[in-house]
């Protein structure tokens, strides 16, 4: 983001966020007077961007739209971070009436979110990503508010926290209001990377060992299963930019390589090379086993669920 555009976005949260007062206005003067660049790139890093992008876009719904001006500025407006929003719109969500208040998961998910940074930058990386690959989402604050695979999925890296400090029944609590609530079974166990798009999200299930790469996009309706005959360590192995197609079963201790794409409703129940296309059911490769069609880019970026193309390198 240009120097200029940035400084902008900073004076716009500047009013409802303290932490970035002092940026603002040292970002104002440098622009200004032509002096401290190093220094003002410096100090543009500290400042949150996609939570700056998420109250610009707020703002312009409420003016555009009354009937949301009270609900936008709620959920978002009258918080100073993404995090203080986040835990407060999923609390509100997963609660149980006169069982699980909403304050109590609200303070839960921001002890989490204040004591992990590395779920801070996830959240900003799942945003960016369904914003850049997701052509219904057009604004990042309607993914933030109504987008059920990207708020299943900030749940489930809480309760991924939860279950590996030993906190494994408050980890199951938070999986089960998931599934009731979002349609969404991701067991607290499983290991999931940043940038990852669970689009539309409705019915996917990811067992305890599974493992997902960075950059993945999920379609709705898949499953990384057992085969029911394994113990331990029996759940797929997903590489880092890989395309899952909707209605698509992954079933088995099976590693989809990086950059592959898995055709709608195939049935996965062996190892898929990198850059390759696999359909049906059982799954087999684009081109055969022996010499399969590689893909020039990751699929799980292209978002391209049809075709493929031989790589020239």
Known sequence: ????????????????????????????????????????????SLVDEVWCRIQEEARAVAEEEPLLHKLYDDLVLSHETLESALSANLASKLAVPALLSTSVLRDLFSAVLGNDPEIRRAIRVDLRAARDRDPACDKMVHCFL????????????????????GRRSVALLLQSRVSEVFAVDIHPGARIGVGVLLDH????????????????????????????????????????????GAGTQVLGNVRIGEGAKIGAGSVVLKPVPPRTTAVGNPARLIGGKEKPVRL??????????TSWSACTT
């Open 1 to 44: 983001m240009p120097c200029e555009v940035m400084a902008a976005c900073v004076q716009s949260c500047c009013a409802k966020s303290a932490m970035i007062k002092s940026v603002a206005f040292d970002a104002t003067r440098s622009l200004i007077h032509g002096t401290g660049l190093c220094q003002l790139m410096v100090d543009l």
């Open 146 to 165: 109504y987008y059920k695979g990207f708020m299943a999925l900030q749940v489930h890296r809480v309760a991924h926290r939860l279950w590996i400090e």
């Open 296 to 305: 020039e880019s990751r699929a799980g970026l292209t978002m391209d669920h």
């Open 201 to 244: 999200a409705t019915g996917l299930v990811i067992g305890e060992t599974a493992v997902v790469g960075d950059d993945v996009s999920f379609l709705h309706g898949v499953t990384l299963g057992g085969t029911g005959k394994e113990i331990g360590d029996r759940h797929p192995k997903i590489g880092d930019g890989v395309l899952i």
